[in-house]
């Protein structure tokens, strides 16, 4: 069993950075695990935002932009997000799944566990 915890979230202004962070916990290390970030707007459908595992994947919408890191030792992970923009605004979750090698980036279905989420909003 995972836990995940996200933190980070805030109102910012478009153009700004934030760095949302992931605490997971419980008898594992995340060093098994693929760690994703995915993201849900107002009257949107949950989409992928980020993952990370033996590679990195990113939605195109955020490439260039965002960078997801990993930090196994403290069971951490990270979502580094930059040049942020209004459409930005939605609710951040992280997630969790045991390790697929995976060439290509998975939805929201594949994840098994997920933190509560974190708002981010961006005003323009």
């Known amino acids: 069993q995972v836990q995940l915890v996200e933190s980070g979230g805030g109102l910012v202004q478009a153009g700004d950075s934030l760095r949302l962070s992931c605490a997971a916990s419980g008898r594992t290390f995340i060093s098994r695990y693929d760690m994703g970030w995915f993201r849900q707007a107002p009257g949107k459908e949950r989409e992928f935002v980020a993952a990370i595992g033996w590679r990195v994947h990113y939605a195109d919408s955020v490439k260039g932009r965002f960078t997801i890191s990993r930090d196994n030792a403290k069971n951490m992970a990270y979502l580094q997000m930059d040049s942020l923009k209004p459409e930005d605004t939605a609710i951040y979750y992280c997630?969790?799944?045991?390790?697929?090698?995976?060439?290509?980036?998975?939805?929201?279905?594949?994840?098994?566990?997920w933190g509560q989420g974190t708002q981010v909003t961006v005003s323009s």
């Open positions: 997630a969790a799944r045991p390790q697929s090698y995976s060439n290509s980036a998975a939805g929201p279905g594949a994840y098994d566990y």
